[in-house]
């Protein structure tokens, strides 16, 4: 079982830097891409970026545009969400997820683990 918790959501305004944290746990969570989707209230399930624990590269989204790094910490099994420059429209809950399918690291289906979200709300 895999276990994914993530922290550091809060209220900011627009252009600060936010900090996102998931901690994963279980057995099969040090083998299994981490990503990050986001949710806004009335809006589906969108992805973010994803990283591999092997792999070097994080793969993002387009409409990251620079402002998101993700970066992993094997040591602790802790993968974070740097948010830079953020705007009103990247409010919502974050959620981190253990990829466990093929394909495409953006296909909401290839996800099986979930942590509970953290919320992020951006004032203007």
């Known amino acids: 079982q895999v276990r994914l918790v993530e922290s550091g959501g809060r209220l900011v305004q627009a252009g600060d830097s936010l900090r996102l944290s998931c901690a994963a746990s279980?057995?099969?969570?040090?083998?299994?891409?981490l990503a990050w989707f986001r949710q806004a209230p009335g809006k589906e399930r969108q992805f973010v970026g994803a990283?591999?624990?092997?792999?070097?590269?994080?793969y993002y989204a387009d409409f990251v545009k620079g402002r998101f790094t993700i970066s992993k910490d094997i040591a602790t099994n802790n993968v974070d969400l740097q948010m830079n420059n953020v705007i009103p429209e990247d409010t919502a809950i974050y959620y981190c997820?253990?990829?466990?399918?093929?394909?495409?690291?953006?296909?909401?289906?290839?996800?099986?683990?979930w942590g509970q979200g953290t919320q992020v709300t951006v004032s203007s």
């Open positions: 997820a253990a990829f466990t399918g093929y394909g495409s690291y953006s296909d909401i289906e290839n996800y099986r683990y």
């Open positions: 279980g057995q099969p969570s040090v083998n299994l891409p």
């Open positions: 990283v591999q624990w092997a792999g070097d590269i994080p």
